[in-house]
């Protein structure tokens, strides 16, 4: 059996960052956006190979940018291993591959692990499933902070460690540059940084609530914002200046996505954005810059984390 399941990158409208929690996780109120970049996770049994014990995985492979760990390290890796050990009757099962085609930008602060792991799940989920959504949802959040916003995807707020998910409504499409530089940032030394600084989070969305709701890009751009933004310039102070380049180029503004280092700028429409990024990459600064839109898929079926092919 081959499944092929597709998961979108997100970016952060806006992130408000509290302090660390007893538990080593900072509590956060964040809304979620799914944009059109997204990696594809197939999933390839090996009938002849039955497992008796230890992980059913034996191989994965990445093709894309580099730095995405091949081994049980990997959250993919890790998302079959944490489902197969919630099924019901633990009988072996044969042997799979795992495949990841990337098209988020690693290490960049757009999630592109986590869409790993939700793309994942809904692949293990269509092979020996199903699990139900609660269960999925569980799994999820044992993986990672991001990764059931993966697996639900559209606009959501965010609060808990990011985790605890609730839908907003949006009237909008908008159009947005995506900047990637060809260094990632850490995503617990930026955290590391925010708390030196003692930044007070930010967990006001009224004004961008709003804004999403009348589905104007100027609202919602005014409204953007990222607790983490000041800790990624101080880690890489040329972010400030391709932040600047872009909206010199014709972005109505831009924004830290995530933890960083990856920038995205809204735009008026889909020909600015394509300027912008045109301009970006003329100005030598950055490895690619991608024009995309959000929320990435308006079904509910497709909207999140799903199955794009199941071959017997």
Partial sequence: MKITAKAWAKTNLHLGVGEARPDGFHELLTVFQ???????????????????????????????????????????????????????????LPAVTLHIDKGIPVAGGMAGGSADAAATLRAVDAWIGPFGQETLLEVAAELGSDVPFCLLGGTMRGSGRGEQLVDMLNRGKYHWVVAVFAKGLSTPAVFKKHDEIHWHGNFEIEELSEALLQGDYLSVGS?????LQISAFSLRPELRTVLTDGIKAGAFTGIVSGSGPTLVFICENAADARDVAESLIDGGQVLAAHTATGPASRSARTRGAHILSIED
């Fill in 223 to 227: 409204a953007l914002h990222n607790d």
């Fill in 34 to 92: 799914t944009i059109d970049l997204f990696d594809t996770v197939t999933l390839e049994t090996i009938d002849e190979e039955i497992v008796e014990t230890g992980s059913v995985v034996k191989r994965l492979s990445v093709t894309g940018p580099r730095g995405v760990p091949e081994d049980a390290t990997n959250l993919a890796w890790r998302a079959v291993d944490a489902l197969v050990a919630r099924r019901a009757e633990q009988t072996p």
